[in-house]
C-alpha cells in the first residue's frame, strides 16, 4: 500500500542552524501539507502546497519557514534559522485531487523528530 | 477558526471493555478524520468520515454532520490499542483549495492488561 516518507527519522540541529525536512508524498496525490507536534500536545497545520505554490498557510508559517517541491517526489521543509521552541515532530501529509467528489482524505508520513540544542 | 473538543481527555479501561469518544466540533466541516497515535508517534488513519458510519474491525466511527459531532467507539479493547485519539477536521468555509486539518487535544486512552 501507498504510504508518505519522511526523512530523516531524528534530527539534533544547534540553535541558528538550518534544517531540511524532506518528504516523499503518495505518487498520485497533488496536495502536499506539513504539521508539526510540540512533545505532548495537539498537531498543529502549518502549510498547504498546491501546484507549486502555497494553498493556504496558519500563524506558525512564519518567514523562517518555506516549503518547496524540487523535483517530481520531494516535497521539503526548510526553517532557516532554528530556535529551541522550534523542537517537535514534523509530520508531512498529502491527499488525492479534490476532483474526485471532494475526497480529500490526508494520509500522513510517520514523521521527522526534530531537536534544538 | 473552527473549534475541536474531544472528550474524556484521559481513559483507563481492562482489557476488553468497550469505549466510545467524542469528538465536537463548532462549524460545518468537508473533512472530518480519526487517528490514533502510536507509542512511537505514527499518526495512522482510522477513518475518513465526514458523514454516516463506518466500520473497521473492532472499531467504528458515527458523524452526525447537522449536530457537529462524531463518535468512535472501540470494542473488545487490546492492549495495542493503547495511545491517544485524535479527531481532525477540515472547516467548510475555509476557502476551499489544499485546507489543513485543525486537531482536537486528543483522547489518551490506556487498555490495562
Known amino acids: 500500500e501507498p504510504e508518505v516518507t519522511q526523512t530523516p527519522s531524528h534530527q539534533v540541529t544547534q540553535m541558528g542552524q538550518e534544517v531540511i525536512l524532506r518528504c516523499v508524498p503518495i505518487s498520485n496525490h497533488l496536495y502536499f501539507y506539513w504539521y508539526r507536534q510540540i512533545l505532548g500536545q495537539k498537531v498543529e497545520f502549518l502549510v498547504s502546497?498546491?501546484?507549486?505554490?502555497?494553498?493556504?498557510k496558519s500563524e506558525i508559517f512564519d518567514d523562517q519557514f518555506s516549503v518547496e517541491r524540487p523535483d517530481g517526489s520531494n516535497f521539503t521543509l526548510k526553517i532557516r534559522s532554528t530556535k529551541l521552541e522550534d523542537s517537535a515532530m514534523y509530520f508531512c501529509?498529502?491527499?488525492?485531487?479534490?476532483?474526485?467528489?471532494?475526497?480529500?482524505?490526508?494520509?500522513f508520513g510517520p514523521g521527522t523528530r526534530l531537536t534544538v540544542l | 477558526g473552527i473549534q475541536v473538543e474531544q472528550s474524556p481527555p484521559d481513559l483507563i479501561l481492562q482489557e476488553g471493555a468497550n469505549s466510545t469518544l467524542r469528538c465536537n466540533f463548532s462549524d460545518s466541516v468537508n473533512n472530518l478524520q480519526w487517528f490514533h497515535q502510536n507509542p512511537w508517534g505514527q499518526l495512522i488513519n482510522l477513518f475518513y468520515i465526514p458523514s454516516g458510519t463506518k466500520q473497521n474491525g473492532r472499531l467504528s466511527a458515527t458523524t452526525v454532520a447537522t449536530e457537529r459531532y462524531s463518535l468512535l467507539y472501540i470494542s473488545s479493547s487490546q492492549t495495542t490499542d493503547s495511545g491517544v485519539y485524535f479527531c481532525?477536521?477540515?472547516?467548510?468555509?475555509?476557502?476551499?483549495?489544499?485546507?489543513?486539518?485543525?486537531f482536537g487535544k486528543g483522547t489518551h486512552l490506556i487498555i490495562q492488561p
Open positions: 502546497f498546491y501546484n507549486n505554490e502555497i494553498s493556504e
Open positions: 501529509a498529502s491527499s488525492p485531487t479534490l476532483a474526485v467528489i471532494s475526497y480529500n482524505e490526508q494520509f
Open positions: 481532525a477536521v477540515d472547516d467548510k468555509y475555509s476557502g476551499g483549495g489544499a485546507d489543513g486539518l485543525t
